[in-house]
Structures are given as structure tokens and as C-alpha cells.
């Protein structure tokens, strides 16, 4: 299927400022840009970089002063994913995974995992595989947790959300990856755009390592995998932030479109 | 249905400290002490003291150094309750309930319910009235909370509890009354003498304030309201520790035991 | 001194809803209320009550839809304290002094001294007396925390504060109250209309217990102890927050006034 | 300098379980493996692998049943660190640092730098360059902290130290990372075997990212950066403890030895 993205970010620049973004699309597997552009009013020196062995594209950008909009469109191809669950039921014993996944076992800044062990076998626990766990946490989060704007900030975590039982797709995903990774399944975070959300903004959700492959899981369900093109995926959002940034600056405006189009 | 209550504890002084023991049976409403005996080894001078308007008999020792013993042994006579669930389900509105109950719907120390709104309300609040409100929260604490000594201490609060699902008698009620007060129900801890305990040691459970009277609940089902003498109660253990002390102590033997007797 | 006080405060009631107000003017030893009115517009019935052995007089109020606005006057004379410095050098030994003040050294809501005590032996243990070591923590809480609005809700506690470095005049007050209790001080919180505030509302403050006497300490500096009018005090905000209510509303204007005049 | 390095570690093995073991010497610039043993008793199958760009060696195990011991021995040359302290004082800008870099300002599970922002700005902001400030971070750190073993397990964090002043070398490490951090200074958590340490054990320090060098603090001062053969650097130690399993074992003893010797 393909999708048309179109992004725009608007700052004031209050200091001078070095910022880094998380908007372009990801040349993950199973998905080609067709075509991409970006711009920046005014023209501004831009460098785009990726980590080691990583996938995720950094545009990196340093401003003195002043305002600018970025605005980003992207035409992409992703193949659908067709989940064979009978893949999924019987997965790797952890000796015997990609040393690559082990990271994403550890517990992160908002996915306090090793406080939830016994939470997660107690809830989670009687599932007979590790799909049928993934999917049960999954569900739980979508059941338990309200989604409300504007309740959670960066530095909340999955136990305030436990608590709080409320916030938006990043707390949805990062209280997923949590108790996944309390049952020792490896999760990770990942940002996308996703067809036809409502409102329209750069949305979060997780993926959990099954049966050799990462599946993805919208706990929010407000889209679902074959939905969203990748952007980035990470231990948790305090590494792919839309926008991570060293100075003083304020959004003015964000929009965001994500269109599923026809062949 | 009579109690005989024994309890011994010792203590070496390592600096000058002051004791305020909670170990004495309440004089409250439903429960007689036909005989009661406190000896000191050695002989040390003690004071017998209640706050104003409380039922909370505090044990005041100052010591300078050595060891001591404390034995209490008391015989007490509780008249059996017998609520009548019919007079529970019509709870008085707030603004009609006797003002020195509203304390206790106030959060305290180790009860965050201004924390936990949205989590009672989500789990608790299709319950049809405020006594099957707190039945259920005195289920579900028992079902999803572990009983396992030496995991908590005295800093652990009823927010912990929900992440860490594993505590003793303490916790248990911490987060039982938390869940109450988030549903505006007034909950207050309660220390008792509870007979065949195994391991016998003072207990803890709450009350909460349903159709106009305190209603007891022991989530821990370790004992139950019939087979306890109360010894105080109060917002939460930071008011009513067995022992609050300043200087320096510890604590080498504590034997508690309290056996029901017939007539 | 004399004081001039107006409050007047202005609520939309969303759904039917029980105000417990703590805004008139303490009883308290030390000052006299000369005249006083309440005015509710439109008129509503209320109550006035105070609890046992308390000087905070509630104002309780129930009301099943509409808007209405609260407005209080008073005109109080309060005997400025000068305090001995020289009385509060000594301290009562714990086990001498007033039962009724013990519960003012128990950790609360929002003053965790139990997590506190080597924090505040490490940084206040060595001032020579009681009376030096609140100082020191007032100046200590003045200097590391920045007031600044809006950053604080009614769920901060003292240790979050000691993290954030930032909150209003409850949040100093919650710091300091939560460092005296760590060195077995007791401290109550306090509030007040403070004379030719800015921006005027209702302060908040601390008091320690020293000598036999309850001190006042202004951590904010934004006011000091004879420029106050007394409204409550309490074990932290939990107990005596301006406004407790049980339903929903939306405050729509809150103007307080209060004015130092001469005799 | 040469270090001989002789490290013993014995487990219970409760269930089967994985083990992941960091405590190979890692192949760091600036030091020489001259030599090096594995032994396990019983002889187990195990694996060393790296993760892809970083130079920490797991060492992996896969045990069903029974006990056993690794003993680890290496003789390691170490070129001596002699940090001119003028390359430090002007840092690159971080615009121009390499991005490899970046994942160390962001905060981690055990280094909430998140939070911490304006604390440190208050502490540190004023010492004129980033040296300065590290170094002001690693005296805090010494000076406030206090080393007491067994007060702090797995899950303590950087904030949790600041209240409670007590903890081990990694808490110790975490509170220095996280306040770099919260500056926008990169820093990493590293394990090492750190020679003459009393009592012998795997120990933590940190590592700041100062002129376009790592430059290592140890605000314990039971080490120095010249006295430490490195084994692990990673964000905080979720990531490197010296063993993360997944299964049920105890570790029954660890013996732990590091000498400098004389060429």
C-alpha cells in the first residue's frame, strides 16, 4: 500500500539551538520511499545522519535566532506484513537470539521493567506463549488505560502510568514495552505515521520480538500495524523523540498527514 | 467471644531513646477489658497517655541504655457485630456525615488516593453502592496483591503496592484504603489482636465508613473483623506503628499471641 | 496590628458537588477577629464547623448546579510575637513534651520525613540547636527551591520538590515541614492572608515547635510571621487545602486581599 | 601499568537460566590483554559475544541444573592517562560532537536527567566550563553521598539517591551521570576492576564526554582513573551489570581481585 506524508514543524528559536528531529521516514525493511523532500523556510544548513547499525534518521539542524518551518512530504511503498501467528507461538529461547535483541530485554528510562516482574506474571503470566502474553498486554493497556491529551509529560514513565491509568500513545506504548520486557520478551518503541489518525499528529506504538521477527502492536488501537509507516524505533521515546533539542526554542505549529492512497 | 492476648517484646537501647508503644487494647465501643497486666523488666518508668477525642492508648517510655522487656496480657471481651448489609447500601451523602469522619477520606503518608481517581473509578466504580465498592476493593487487593514478609518496609506506600504486588498485613490495608478515599469513602487503618494469626504478630486491616458506621475488612483474609480485639486506629501506620521511637533501638524478641476462649 | 481581609472566590458547578472551604479566619491565640462577613451570591445555604480540638473552621457548603461566588471580610487585630531567641535554644526532650504535638513529627501526604532523615542529618545535623536548625532549613529551602507558578499540582510532595528545585509557597512549606520532622522536629503547616501579598492569594507557611512554643518560618520570604493573619493549620495541605470538594466543579476567579492598616 | 586480575564467581542454579556475564576485560584503547583464562567447574559450553560498535564481551551461559564457578584470570597493561586539563575546558559544541555521542545525554533508567535539569543548573550551572562542572558533580557526589552497602538493589535510581544520601559505587556513579546529563553533558556508566579496592569487588564509575575525549570521574575515591583496568561502558547499569540472567539462580560467593604490578 502506499501512503503520502506531509509534516510541518514551525519553532521559534528563543536561543541559540541545536535540534535534532526524528521525522524522516525510515529505510526500514519492507518499506521503499518513492520520493521525499524537505524544506526549510527560511533555508537553513541541514545534515541528515543515522547512528551505527541503527535505522533511524537524524536531521540535525543548529539555529541562532529567528523562526523557521520545516515541512517534509514523502511518498512510501510498505508491503503488507501478513502475521502467520503459528510462526509466532514458539519463540527462541533467549540463549539462542540475536545478541542484537538483548537490549531491548533491559529496562529503559520509561519502561521501568525490573519493577514489574511480579506484576507481569501475575496478569500476563497463565498465557500459553509468548504471542498470546504480547497480545493479553496489549489488550490490557487499551482496556485499562484512558487516552487524554495533555495529562503526561516527558518524564513520565509506565509506573505512573500504571498509577495515573491515563495518557497518550507514547505512555500507551512505553507501559506495553514494560511489562513485556518483565516477562523477559524483548520490546522496543517505534514511531510512525499512521494513515488517517485522528487528530493527525506522528504516532507511538511497540513492537515485541516473537518468533524471530518483531511484530508490532498498537495498544492505543487508534491505527494498526499495516496502517503506519516507520519513522524510527528505539529502547523508549527518551531516544527518538520527535524532537530532541539542546537550547530554548518553542513549536508554533505542527501538522501532520498521513493519507493511505491507492496503487 | 473472649481473647487472651499475651505479647512480649524486647529491645536493646543502643542510644537514649523514647518509646511510644501501640500495643494496648483499645477502649473502643463493642469490646470490654476484663483484665489487663503491662510489666517492665526491668522495672523502668512508663506513662499511659491518649490524644484528645482518639481511642489510641500510647505506651511512653524514655530509656537511657540497657535492654528491656515489655510483657502485656490482657483478657477482653468483643461483642460480636453483626452487620446488617441492608443498612450499608444507602450511605450518607457528604454533606450530612459527622464532620470528624472526613478526615478520612483525605489521602495521608502511605494512602496516595488523590493519586488514584481515575484507577478506582475505573475499576471500582460500576460497583451499585459504596458496600460492594469496598467488598471489591478488599477482592481485588487480595487477589492481585503476593502476602511475602521482608519485601516492603516503612516508607512503602499503597502507590508501591500496585506496582510491586507483594507486601504484608501493612500493605495490604494501605491499599485498601487508598482505593476507598479515591471514591470519596472514608477509610481508616486499623491494628488489632487477631486470634490463631500464623505467624502470630500484631495485624493490620481498615475500616471503611459505610451507612453511617465503621466497617472492618481484612484484605489479607488472614483473620477476619469477628476474630480480632482492636488496639487503635488511625489515616494510616505512620500514625499507629506498633512502636514509634527516637533515638536508637533494636528490637531482639517479639512474641504476640492471641487465642479466642470460650465463655 | 490591624488587618484588612477580602476574599472573594467564584465556582461553576458541573455536577452536584460538596465545597468544604478552609477560608475564614482562625480562632486562634493571638489574634482577634473584629468584624467578619460572608456573603454568598447567590444565597446558598452553609455551614460553619470546626473539628474536635481544632481552631480550622470549615466552611461547608452543597451545591446541585449553577455558579455562585463567596465573598469574606474580616478586620482582625493580631498581637505581633516577638520571639525570645534565647527560649528556643532548649528544646523539650520529646518524652516532656505535649502529647498533642506528636503528631506533628509523623511523616504525611506530602512530607515524607521518613525518607529524609539522613538527608537532613547530613546537611542540618550539626547546627547547634533546634531553633538554628529550622533556620537553617527556611534559609536552605529559600535558596535551592525557585517559586515559580504552575509547575506543582495537588499531588507534590516534599521529595519531589528536593528533585524539581521549583514550586509555590505549599511546596516550601512541604519541604520544610518534611526536613524538621527527619530530626524529630515537630512542624505543622500553615495558612494565611498575608499583608500586601504579590501576587495577593493565600500563602502558605510552616511551623516548628520549639521551646514549648509553635514558631512560624516563611521559607518563600515572601512574607514573615507578624505581617499574617492565621487561617489553619494542619499536618500538611492534604488536611487544609483552601477548597476540598467531593463532586466537580471549575473555579472561575479567586481575589484575595489582605492589608496591614494602622490601629 | 600492569594489573593482575582474578575474579571467581559461584551460582546456585535454581531453574535453568541464561546467563550474561560482564566481566571480561574489555579491548578499549589504552589497555592490552597480555594475557587471559576462563575456567568453569564444571566445565560448561559458553560464548563470548559482542554487541555490534561497542567493545563490552558477554560472556554467555546456558545452565539447566546444579552449580558451577567461573574464574576468571587476565594480566592487563594499562597506558597511564594523563589528562592535560586545558584540551578540556573548551567543549565542542554539540552540534559538532560525534553523534555517536548523542545517546549519553539522554537520560536512562537509573539517570533521570530529565528531572533533574534545574537542580543541576542550580548546583553547577555557575562554574565557568564543563571540566569544571563535572569535576563540582563528582565532589557533590563524594560529599553528599554517603557508602553504605546493602541499602540500595536494582531498581534505585539517581533520584531515589539524592533523598535517600546512601548507596553503593553504582548509585554513586548514576547520581554523577544523571547531573552531567541534566547539563547536556554526555556521560557513561563503566565498570571496572579497579586495583587495592576494599573491599574487593567489580567497580562503577562514570565517564564525561569533555573536549572530545571520555574522561573518567570515580566520586566514590575509593579508585582513580589510572588505577582501574576498564570492562563495560554503557548508558547506566541496566545495560552492564556484571550479570543479567533470565531463569532462577543465587550467587553463592564472589571473590574479586585486582593488583597494580610493578612492570
New interface residues.
Partial sequence: MKFKISSSLSYDVVAPT?Y?FNILVSKAEGQTILEESIIISPPLFFEE?T???SEVR?L?L?VNYGSFTINYTATVEVNETVIDENTLLFSK???DID??V??F?????H??S???M??AL?EFGDFPNQFEKVKAISDWVFK?V?YVGGTTN??TSA?DT?????GVCKDFAHLGIALCRAL?IPARYLTTYAANLNPPDIHACFEAYLGNQWVAFDPTRLSSPNKMVKIAHAKDA??VAVL?Y?GQTICTNMDVQCDGVLG
Fill in positions: 541545536t535534532f545522519f547512528l551505527k547499525d537524524f540535525k543548529y529461547p533467549l540463549t545478541p542484537e538483548l537490549p530485554i533491559s529496562p529503559s528510562r519502561c521501568e525490573d519493577k514489574l511480579k506484576f501475575k485499562t484512558e516527558s518524564s509506573c500504571i498509577i495515573s491509568r491515563q523477559d527518551s531516544e530532541i539542546y
